[in-house]
């Protein structure tokens, strides 16, 4: 079974610091992606950044970036220069390469102080 | 095209009651996804459609949910004899392909009184 786990329910960060988002997850498949997505109060999801389980290099999306560690099945999300706007609830997500389902954690609520 | 639209944004029913959401993906995407999401957890999959056919359904979609996509465009998802536990976001979400992420809609709130 595939399960995704979040384990800060809560984080906060100083504007402009840099703050991380861990995600683990548990598998026994080798070909598969993981997300992060942004929920704003209220707002839809969004997709943040995408990684290829296949690829060693950590996906880079502006102020995000990604750890990705395949054999300890660890994906934190790393935001730098932290903004009001980064401020929401961010879901770690798993997809099997050839699945349709997405497998979410619980989510982290980030509160970025001014 | 706007995005993902969902509508209505909030539903109140009463218990026993009969409610019906609707989903209007990304013209273009041919894949059609429904979550449901409770307060303190992720989005959990419901069913999903590839064009009409409905391809995958959780065993989370109880026989008092029915999900329809009627020409591969906008779907439906219909819960009947509405119970409490049923309160939660409903999410639809719409791709082109199975590669990239999904584009989320802005969800249905229903609230089961």
């Known amino acids: 079974a595939q399960t995704v786990t979040q384990s800060q329910p809560e984080m906060s960060v100083q504007e402009a610091e840099t703050v991380t988002l861990s995600c683990t997850y548990d598998?026994?498949?080798?070909?598969?992606?993981l997300f992060w997505y942004k929920q704003p109060p209220s707002r839809q999801m969004i997709l943040v950044i995408r990684?290829?389980?296949?690829?060693?290099q950590n996906a880079t999306e502006n102020r995000f970036s990604v750890n990705f560690q395949k054999a300890a099945k660890s994906f934190s999300l790393k935001i730098s220069d932290s903004q009001l706007g980064d401020a929401a609830m961010y879901f770690c997500?798993?997809?099997?390469?050839?699945?349709?389902?997405?497998?979410f954690g619980t989510g982290t609520s980030l509160t970025v102080i001014p | 095209d706007t995005g993902v639209s969902q509508n209505p944004r909030h539903k109140i029913t009463k218990r026993g009651q009969n409610v019906t959401f609707r989903c209007d993906p990304i013209s273009e995407h041919n894949r059609l996804y429904w979550y449901r999401q409770t307060l303190g957890q992720g989005p959990e999959f419901l069913t999903y459609?590839?064009?009409?056919?409905?391809?995958?359904k959780s065993r989370l979609l109880s026989d008092r949910f029915s999900a329809e996509r009627p020409k591969g465009s906008f779907s439906t998802l219909e819960i009947q004899r509405t119970e409490q536990g049923d309160s939660a976001m409903y999410l639809c979400a719409s791709s082109l392909d199975s590669i990239y992420g999904y584009t989320f809609g802005s969800g249905t709130r229903l609230t089961v009184v």
């Open positions: 997500a798993y997809r099997v390469y050839t699945g349709n389902q997405f497998y």
């Open positions: 598998t026994s498949e080798s070909d598969y992606y």
């Open positions: 990684q290829e389980a296949y690829k060693q």
């Open positions: 459609f590839q064009n009409e056919a409905q391809l995958e």
